[in-house]
């Protein structure tokens, strides 16, 4: 009587189920150890929300928003369009295509005639010089335009920052005149004199400091002069 001798892989621990098992349960920590990085950076990646604006700084945004668009609203369609125009001539792109069109130019007009290419300009250009001497006329109107503009813009906003200086400079002066009457009014705290808080309780008279800002450039220019004059 026979007797079947052979192994089972199920009964032995180093059979084939548990290297099934055990490449499975392998198998299965990598792709568990693969997911982890993964969340951890979809994790990384999400953006956090930011705290809003004090609303003084977006009723600051809103005015410099507002003003931009009264200074746009003003502009004629045709300025607009050659300051459009004029907005490609500060790119590289049009320092490119120049070149390339004198380039292309000048190329064929060089060659020896033998070569049999045909040439449409002799030296020294006449037509190329032309039409750079046209094209740099109209480029510097066009700059000159749109900078006439930007410098109202600049002297508008000038013009808004002083009187806003002057004005925080008079609310500050006040707000020392209030201060030093409610030191002076408060009992228990001593009462003693402090000249500068008397000279800045009066606001600033700007025209006295441009005329003495004058004056002292005026002498300083006379200076150098009478300087250069001995030397």
């Known amino acids: 009587m026979q007797t079947n001798n052979q192994p089972n892989p199920s009964d032995s621990p180093s059979g084939f189920g548990s290297s099934d098992s055990t490449g499975a349960a392998i198998a299965l920590g990598v792709s568990q150890g693969e997911k982890t990085p993964t969340a951890s950076s979809q994790a990384s990646q999400k953006i956090l929300p930011t705290a809003p604006l004090p609303e003084s700084i977006s009723q600051n945004i809103e005015t410099i928003i507002a003003l931009h668009k009264r200074s746009e609203k003003n502009v004629p369609q045709h300025q607009r369009f050659v300051e459009t125009i004029t907005i490609f001539f500060g790119r590289p792109v049009f ?58 813009l600049a002297e508008q906003r000038a013009q808004l920052s002083l009187q806003l200086n002057l004005l925080s400079e008079q609310k500050i002066a006040k707000l020392i005149a209030l201060i030093e009457e409610l030191r002076q009014d408060i009992p228990n705290v001593k009462n003693r004199s402090d000249p500068e808080a008397e000279i800045m309780k009066s606001p600033t008279d700007a025209h006295a400091i441009v005329d003495l800002l004058e004056e002292t450039l005026a002498s300083e220019l006379a200076n150098l002069s009478e300087q250069e004059i001995s030397t």
């Open 95 to 152: 320092l490119y295509s120049i070149l390339l069109g004198i380039i292309l130019w000048v190329t064929p007009n060089v060659f020896p005639r033998r070569l049999g290419v045909p040439r449409f300009e002799e030296v020294p250009f006449p037509w190329l010089q032309f039409s750079l001497t046209a094209g740099s006329l109209l480029v510097t109107t066009g700059v000159l335009i749109k900078q006439e503009r930007q410098e109202k």
